[in-house]
């Protein structure tokens, strides 16, 4: 078995040009020797990607990174939030989309002047009152971007708790230059809720998905956030990247720390053997990256004795506000480079609450 990093989608059928595997392979075993360490960006406090000017789309916060690495460029797209008196947003702020490159991972350019990636759409549409959590793969000459939709309902419209929680369900995008973008499957969910009672039936979310090849198959294997009260991780997979099976009874995965509000943020490596898994988990009211490794993919053992794979923040470190917000610390997907694994997430500092910005942070693999 082998792992390609990316998968191959449907445009009115599947899309099947294959692609190379990665440049650097890494195995699990390395990557539990990984030693992570924060790499200081130039964005302000240490972070890659700062917060935008007051009043642009992304003044409020910036966060949920996800990272391809391309000829030598990389490309990120994270969400950003604006604040807005119009009650109709959730939680009074709208959520967008935007983009940035990179030639050295740290010093990062926007992409599309600025403005975000994806509009919002129309009244009555799956994103219409805003757009997170993306997670994009370049497959073939397209970049795919899944991402978590708003369509300004919440716990209470469906009749479930808790009721100011707002609705996410996963949407689909395409383009060929990282900038134009095509909302994919009429603009329709192609990762609906689940039905009410089960551990996704308020939100389907901050997902990562591989492209696996097993016992003369291939198959998108994702793992995504969800969540019912409490957050949770669980899987899905799909022939054709979209249209989605839960899987394991939808039963969220096994074995991973994480107290009342559970955990969320996944980025997994596959290496053909076992699973490596970085997930944001809630431990003792504070959001913190943890690891974790899997011979299936779902009941996962804690590495490294069950600790962060960050410490404490230097102090004057955006990352310094200690509970974070539950869309903080997502590390997006683990690059290798020179030897290196790198991987960005999102942080918060104190002042304002909830001000979020993005950092780096690596590690040296051991061969």
Known sequence: MRCLPGLLLLFGGVFDQPMAATAEP?????????????????????????????????????????????????????????????????????????????????????LNGGKPALQLGP??????????????????????????????????????????????????????????WKKENGGRPVMPLGKKGTVDSLQVTGMHILRIREKGRTVYRMWYGAYNGAHRLAVAESPDGLKWTRKFGGRPIAGLRGGSQGQLGPSVHYDGRRYFLLYCGDVGNQWKT???????????????????????????????????????????????????????????????????KIGLMEAKLVR
């Open 26 to 110: 890494v195995t699990v075993d390395q990557l539990q020797k990984a030693v992570f360490h924060r790499v200081p960006g130039n964005a302000g406090r240490g972070s890659c990607v700062a917060t935008g000017k007051p009043g642009s789309w992304n003044s409020r916060f910036v966060g949920s990174p996800t990272v391809v690495h391309d000829n030598g460029t990389y490309w990120m797209w994270f969400n950003g939030g604006k604040v807005t008196s119009d009650t109709s947003y959730p939680y009074e702020i709208i959520e967008r989309i935007g983009g940035a490159t990179s030639r050295d991972g740290v010093n990062w350019k926007p």
């Open 123 to 180: 009244k009555g549409t799956a994103d219409h009152r805003g757009m997170s959590h993306p997670y994009v793969l370049k497959v073939g000459d397209r970049f795919l971007m899944w991402y978590g939709a708003i369509d300004g309902r919440s716990g209470g419209d469906l009749g479930i708790a808790p009721k100011h929680v707002r609705v996410e369900q996963i949407c689909l995008a395409s383009s060929r230059d990282g900038i134009h």
């Open 290 to 356: 943890y690891s974790a490794v899997s011979d299936n993919g779902f009941t996962f053992r804690q590495l490294n004795d069950g600790r962060p794979v960050l410490g404490p923040p230097p102090k004057g470190n955006f990352g310094t506000a200690g509970r974070g917000a539950n869309h903080s610390v997502h590390a997006s997907q683990m690059i290798v480079v020179n030897g290196r694994v790198r991987t960005w997430y999102g942080g918060e500092d104190a002042l304002p609450p909830h001000h979020q």
